[in-house]
């Protein structure tokens, strides 16, 4: 009896699984299918697999200069954002008292802040500092978006080490910044993994601080020039697609990994204060 | 020397410490420079008439911005468009991520692969999200209508991005896509923190399904309900790559939000001043909700 009711649970879920998914198995379906592409009714599994577009859009778009751009702008983006917010979120971990404690409520109210009033004055900034149409200005402006989590997440993982190794090195003689570098941070290495991970993700995929820093096609990252396939007569989907697949599935899978430590860290700021 | 050392560490850090503040000082400095600056000075730039063409040639006008605000149908158009869309992406994004939870929360076989392929959505990119929707609500050649009219929902195939209601159903639909299993994850961390007694206990008084629902599971989810229902609806009224990327306010501003609405002035329109106004209503309606939220619920009350 009970097994049957695990057995028809999974039924089920397996089928509310299929239909989550469905928009992956289409983009993939799409990305190798152009030949079947354009018909009524769409075929539901391809008829012919062909990677065609794949190779037009290395070849005949500059969908590899895109993806070169976005990683730079992704790599800085994790190693600014690891730096900053593990020597913040030691202090928040670590410290009380009116300075950190102020920048505690700093950081939980950033989070709050609409986007869409920041990048307004944020774009006359740019201007005028000489950041606009660069990747390491947009690399600036994503890590400040992301910089309050990845704070937040690398306080939760520095909650969990004990004081007293780092006290007990103190004592032995040991400077209280070398205990932090030497003793507390190496055991944080699973946490600093997920903080690089996390920001270099949210590097990759930003879409709205690109559209707005960025002027030239050739700075462009992948989010914004993946929106530009649209020609005179038709949407290149097979393209749009196989480009989508490329930008993408490797960081979905990579989120896979960190995403149990985004919930804890997105919640516990709200819930335990 | 142990001695001193010992002392030192049982006298409390006193406010000349130096060492939080340096290192905290990078992070503030960032933050301060690229988030706080920013809103301050958009604050300030609400009462410029400032151009985007001409950013730094802005004159002082007062609250002409805001009276021009108030007089502005499209400004009312996107507090309600903001406001429908919040709901519906609320509502059903915890429907959808509660029925989900519940269900991931029983024994079954399989249970980590499912919640893993259940998960996904919310790995990926917000404009690929984008683009795979409206590829397949294409009007011509889309699945969804396929589907839609095979299953006797539609006589023929819609464009759903030209309609105004369609195009709101259709944002609300991949927001929802993106943002369940986030509201999933959050509500079974929640499912999990209540003890198996009190559902034991119920069960032994003869509580059926429901009951047990709404005596035990609902009261235990109080504390997760409250933090999960204001960021959603935060991240709803904040949200701009999901909506400019898709519709970019369209058709005829039918999904315009107060965040698009802000974009589009000043980087369409390029009255960056009036743009600043219309982003810093959207601010206060923020802070003025979370304030009124916090008030009624009260998310610390039993954490």
Not at chain 2, 92 to 106: F, I, K, P, S, W
Not at chain 2, 267 to 278: S, T
Request: hydrophobic residues 55%; aromatic residues 12%; glycine residues 6%.
């Amino acid at each position: 009896m009970r097994t049957g009711h695990a057995v028809g649970a999974m039924l089920f879920t397996t089928l509310c699984a299929a239909l989550v998914i469905f928009p992956y198995y289409w983009m993939i379906v799409s990305s190798v299918s152009p030949a079947s592409m354009f018909e009524w009714p769409p075929h539901l599994w391809p008829h012919t697999v062909t990677f065609d577009a794949y190779e037009r859009i290395f070849t005949q778009r500059p969908v590899f200069v895109w993806l070169r751009n976005t990683a730079v702008v992704a790599s800085c983006t994790a190693i600014l954002c690891t730096i900053v917010s593990i020597n913040a979120g030691y202090a928040l971990s670590r410290f009380r008292g009116k300075v950190p404690g102020a920048f505690g409520v700093f950081v939980l109210l950033s989070q709050m802040l609409p986007a869409a009033l920041i990048v307004v004055p944020l774009y006359i900034v740019f201007r005028q500092l000489g950041l606009y149409n660069a990747l390491v200005g947009l690399a600036i402006a994503d890590t400040a978006f992301t910089l309050p989590l990845a704070t937040w997440l690398m306080r939760g993982f520095f909650d969990r080490i004990p004081a007293d190794l780092e006290q007990q090195a103190q004592v032995d003689g040991c400077g209280r910044l070398a205990a932090f570098y030497r003793i507390t941070l190496p055991l944080a290495a699973p946490g600093l993994v997920v903080v690089t991970v996390f920001s270099f993700i949210s590097g990759w995929d930003e879409f709205f601080l690109a559209r707005t820093l960025i002027a030239s096609q050739d700075n462009w990252v992948l989010s914004v020039g993946l929106t530009s396939f649209e020609s005179q007569y038709a949407i290149a989907w097979d393209e749009m697609m196989a480009s989508s697949v490329v930008f993408a599935v490797p960081v979905a899978i990579l989120f896979l990994f960190v995403q149990r430590y985004l919930v804890d860290g997105m919640t516990s700021g709200a819930l335990k204060g | 020397m142990g001695r001193a050392a010992i002392t030192a560490r049982s006298r409390p850090q006193r406010a000349t410490d130096w060492l939080p503040p340096a290192l905290i000082a990078p992070a503030g400095v960032i933050l301060s420079v690229l988030l706080a600056y920013p809103i301050l000075r958009g604050i300030a730039l609400s009462f410029f008439n400032t151009r985007l063409l001409r950013f730094d040639q802005g004159r002082y006008i007062g609250l002409a911005n805001y009276n021009a605000l108030i007089a502005d149908p499209n400004f009312w158009n996107s507090v309600t468009v903001t406001i429908v869309y919040g709901a519906a992406v609320t509502i059903c994004t915890y429907a959808v991520g509660l029925a989900l939870a519940l269900l991931l929360n029983r024994r079954m076989p399989a249970r980590g692969l499912l919640r893993t392929i259940i998960i996904m959505p919310w790995a990926i990119p917000d404009v690929v999200a984008v683009l795979i929707f409206v590829w397949m609500l294409d009007a011509q050649y889309g699945v969804i209508n396929y589907g839609l009219v095979e299953a006797g929902v539609l006589r023929a195939p819609v464009a759903w991005l030209s309609d105004a209601d369609l195009a709101m159903l259709a944002l609300v639909m991949v927001t929802c896509w993106q943002q369940f299993p986030l509201a999933m994850l959050i509500l079974l961390a929640g499912l999990q923190t209540i003890p198996r007694e009190l559902y034991e206990a119920a069960m032994s008084d003869g509580a059926g399904h429901w009951a047990l629902f709404r005596h035990v599971t609902w009261p235990g989810l109080r504390a997760v309900n409250a933090v999960l229902v204001l960021m959603l609806v935060l991240n709803s009224f904040r949200r701009v790559t999901t909506i400019y990327a898709m519709t970019a306010g369209g058709p005829a501003r039918a999904t315009e939000t107060l965040s698009i609405l802000t974009y589009n002035t000043a980087f369409q329109y390029q009255q960056l001043g009036y743009a600043a106004a219309i982003g810093t209503a959207l601010l206060l309606i923020l802070l003025a909700f979370s304030l009124v939220y916090m008030r009624i619920v009260r998310p610390g009350a039993e954490a």
